[in-house]
């Protein structure tokens, strides 16, 4: 046990106290802090202006790609199948289109109307013919007093499908293909060819004349031409 006297040493013994700082020295941490803090500030405002640029160029080519598709949906196209017949040429859309052939022997048919010439043979099937000139009365440069039809030895075949109806389509020449927009469809106004009216959507003016669109299912449904 300590005595009174060691006691009373002990308690006599100095504490050590913690430095102070000076004022300057405060003042020189202070600095030092607000030195580190300018120095991050600018690559924060840097990293949150490169954010917005690549948010803003990210809506800019959204909005770009929207825009771009509304031209291309007010443009839509579809493909037709344009063909002459006398002096008139006629379209069809390609979808119903299947295949073109030279006119070959076919097969009358009895107790039908002059404009079935009759079936043609097709890879073991039997496709009625429709001759689109002697049908429309489109007058040929090529047809005889007696109404026989030189374009029937000459001419072209376009096989077409349309629903449950294959047919064959007679006509003098096929033109080609073209790409051709709802929206430039006109009002028919082919006045001469009065019996084309009724089978008629409209008609497209291209640059070396007009092409008279036909309204497929209507024309073989009126002709009654079944295969």
Not at 48 to 61: E, L, M, N, Y
Request: charged share 25%; net charge positive.
């Amino acid at each position: 046990m300590k005595t009174k006297d060691e006691a009373a040493a002990v308690s006599s013994k100095p504490t050590k106290k913690k430095p102070r700082r000076s004022k300057a020295d405060s003042r020189e941490g202070k600095t030092k802090r607000a030195k580190a803090r300018s120095s991050t500030t600018p690559k924060r405002k840097a990293r949150r202006g490169h954010a917005k640029v690549a948010s803003k160029a990210a809506s800019q080519a959204t909005d770009a790609s929207r825009g771009s598709d509304t031209p291309r949906q007010s443009r839509a196209t579809d493909t037709f199948v344009i063909v002459r017949v006398g002096s008139a040429r006629l379209a069809f859309p390609a979808s119903a289109t299947e295949e073109v052939h030279e006119v070959s022997v076919s097969t009358p048919v009895p107790r039908v109307p002059s404009y079935i010439p009759g079936i043609m043979g097709l890879r073991g099937d039997a496709v009625p013919l429709l001759d689109l000139g002697s049908f429309l009365m489109i007058q040929r440069e090529s047809e005889s007093p007696k109404g026989q039809d030189a374009s029937l030895n000459t001419g072209r075949v376009v096989v077409v499908k349309e629903g449950s109806m294959r047919v064959g389509l007679v006509c003098d020449r096929v033109l080609g293909l073209i790409d051709l927009a709802q929206s430039e469809l006109r009002p028919l106004t082919v006045t001469q060819l009065d019996a084309l009216q009724e089978y008629a959507l409209g008609e497209w003016h291209l640059s070396d004349g007009p092409a008279v669109v036909l309204n497929l299912s209507m024309l073989l449904e009126s002709a009654r031409v079944t295969g």
